[in-house]
């Protein structure tokens, strides 16, 4: 009898920010395929489970996404249900849509259960809307990591949008990315974030401006796992009293 695949979002990091309906699935599965970057807290929810790690973490070695798939489905073709436990949101940067075809394309039922996406979560721990009426008409949620070489037209749209820019896995890039979007005309003096391990004990972040932002990051020691936040709403950070003073001066 085939079993069933379950696309799991587990969240930004920090363990109950998971959804009740991935719990349940958690605790109905036979076997769990996790990611590196999921916490292991949330393998209380899954006791009777056996646990395979299927790491996948930017700059590292990682298992092969066709590995992963045939995996996957070979798990379900057994009869077992399969919880497929992914960072943050399934759906977004994390590859959930090639597992779903890889699932339908092998007959086996598959169901997503979305997870809170560390875009928007992790800037909110600092006190950072990405969208806020009074300073920007929406958000860009968006890679540094690509996967060809020619990043410059994405980065000059990007910049001309006026949208809070939220970018993932843009640690390696990130000279590159900002002398892109300063090229692009986007004003140094914007502000910025960065903020490492989102959501979780051991969060490290650093506000700056567009211009110093390497120098700023450099001086902090921080690397990937990180979000960067781009954009006038990171005046609104908890302790910002420098780009709040001259926000409200503006």
Not at 93 to 109: C, K, N, S, T, W
């Amino acid at each position: 009898m085939t079993g069933k695949i379950y696309l799991i979002g587990a969240g930004p990091g920090d363990a109950e920010l998971i959804t009740l309906k991935a719990v349940r699935a958690l605790a109905a599965a036979d076997v769990v395929l996790l990611d590196d970057l999921v916490n292991r807290e949330l393998l209380q929810h899954a006791p009777q489970a056996r646990v395979i790690e299927v790491g996948k973490r930017g700059g590292c070695k990682s298992t092969p996404q066709h590995f992963i798939n045939r995996m996957m489905v070979a798990l379900a073709e057994q009869g077992q249900v399969v919880a497929r436990l992914k960072g943050g949101d399934p759906f977004l940067f994390g590859r959930g849509g090639e597992e779903m075809l890889a699932a339908r394309q092998a007959g086996i039922q598959v169901e997503v259960i979305p997870g809170i996406t560390s875009g928007i979560a992790v800037p909110a721990t600092l006190g950072i809307p990405v969208t806020h009426r009074s300073y920007t008409h929406g958000v860009s949620l968006v890679t540094g990591h690509l996967q060809d070489d020619d990043h410059s037209q994405q980065w000059r749209a990007l910049a001309a949008s006026g949208t809070t820019l939220v970018i993932y896995m843009g640690m390696k890039h990130l000279t590159s990315i900002i002398s892109e979007l300063r090229a692009a005309g986007m004003d140094a003096s914007t502000p910025v974030a960065a903020i490492q391990s989102g959501s979780l004990p051991e969060q490290q972040h650093v506000i700056s401006t567009l211009e110093y932002l390497p120098m700023a990051v450099q001086q902090a020691g921080l690397a990937s796992p990180a979000i960067i936040v781009v954009g006038d709403v990171v005046r609104l950070a908890h302790g910002n009293e420098l780009l709040q003073s001259i926000s409200m001066a503006a």
